[in-house]
């Protein structure tokens, strides 16, 4: 189609106006982005992937040594945008689903990955729930919209590289030698990540604190179901240098929470009862804090509106991961800093990472200045 005309294009808050042309020129901060329009489709691609764990990985309700995903691309113009989807069987996406998704999506009918909103819109609406599916859209196209801008995400969104927070390092319920063995293991991190929710949750917290007095942040996976016996839990753990405590009771018990947050000495967050943006609402006033993960909420984009929204709500926000590759971290890892609690260790737990990007050096999360989501490929997949 010839387009002579000039349409000016709104996307999302901060990117401004742009002007469209025949061979487009995007003109952003000051620098222009040619794009040739001609034959520019936007093309998706997926491919499943296993990702091997380095431990066995124990929840309060099951064991895994490897966790599913589904590596995307988007391709543009010559540039690839890369994302991926974590789908741990518990929550219910699987590879099979997530293939069934994306066969659905349809993305030649876009020609401007600038309209990152309208794109992210139609594949929200394409069918509900898959929120891991469609994060893996979301990272590849932000991944592609940055690779064409030359910058990293942080530097779109204005954010400071140096104020990305310390990552707690997870701690898997194991026998007292090997919790030892693993905290001996762990000393770069400045916060250990703890799994309770089980009979041995005092004497999995001694064992630490035989070895280290670093901080501990506790998350019980709904594992409390009373909440005197929680709150008792909460302020013994209070007096051993524990920090705060994510999801300790069932999403369900929505009163007895508001009325453990109100009580507890130690900031509660809410993980299982946060899922996307309307949840933050009602999160308000029954947790001190939410976690916001890419795989729950869709992507960046919305996980961007949930930071926003739970700031404005006066609530802490902790970002997390599933086990994910260094693709997924990197991306959720721009919106990093400024933020006081992550839990950014997903790609640290794994051992055939066939991405690299954000590290974690002495503890600390610390972007790359690769642009997009700050990745390259390391390894074929
Ligand atoms: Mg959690």
Redesign the pocket.
Known sequence: MKCGRRTFLSIAGLLGGLILTNSFNKNLFGKTFSINKKNSKMKLTFKSYTLELKHVFTLASSSRTTTPVMFTQIEFDGVVGYGEASMPPYLGESQESAAKFLSKVDLTKFNDPFEIESILEYVDKIEPNNPAAKASIDIALHDLVGKIMGKPWYKIWNLDKERTPFTSFTIGIDTDEVVKEKVTEAEEYKILKVKLGRDSDKRMIETIRSVTNKPIVV?V?QGWKDKFFALDMINWLNERNVKMV??PMPKEMIDDMAWLTEKSPLPTFG??SVQRIHDVIKAHGVYSGI?IKLMKCTGLREANKMINLAKSLGMEVML?CMTESSCAISAVSQLSPGIQWA?LDGALLISNDPFEGTKVIDGKVVLSDSPGIGITKVLPH
């Open positions: 998350d996976n994510e999801q993980d299982e976690n997390g839990d």
